[in-house]
């Protein structure tokens, strides 16, 4: 079983920046891929980001491409998302994910957490 805590949402204007954390806890959960998803009002939940369990590989959906990077530290067992050039399009609710490969990370996640609320303002 593997535990998953976002942190770091809130309200920020367009243009601006954010950084999501997600602590994973559970005793296995340095082996897991971890990755982030969204869903905005009346949408379906979609994938934003993703990283494998040592870190060496990263995806991203196009729509974040070039303005989101996701990291993590195995040490404290936490991904990170660093989100710059916000847009009110990216305006959703955030959930940290984990898969035990990194296309599961990316499709069908093993395990969510309760998601962070990002909201951008225009």
């Known amino acids: 079983q593997v535990q998953l805590v976002e942190s770091g949402g809130g309200l920020v204007q367009a243009g601006g920046s954010l950084r999501l954390s997600c602590a994973a806890s559970g005793r296995t959960s340095s082996n897991y891929a971890l990755g982030w998803f969204r869903q905005a009002p009346g949408k379906e939940r979609e994938f934003a980001a993703a990283?494998?369990?040592?870190?060496?590989?990263?995806y991203y959906a196009d729509s974040v491409k070039g303005r989101f990077t996701i990291s993590r530290d195995n040490a404290k067992n936490t991904v990170y998302l660093q989100m710059n050039s916000l847009k009110p399009e990216d305006t959703a609710v955030y959930y940290c994910?984990?898969?035990?490969?990194?296309?599961?990370?990316?499709?069908?996640?093993?395990?969510w957490g309760q998601g962070t609320q990002v909201t951008v303002s225009s």
């Open positions: 990283i494998s369990w040592g870190g060496s590989s990263t």
């Open positions: 994910a984990a898969g035990i490969t990194t296309t599961r990370a990316r499709s069908g996640p093993d395990y």
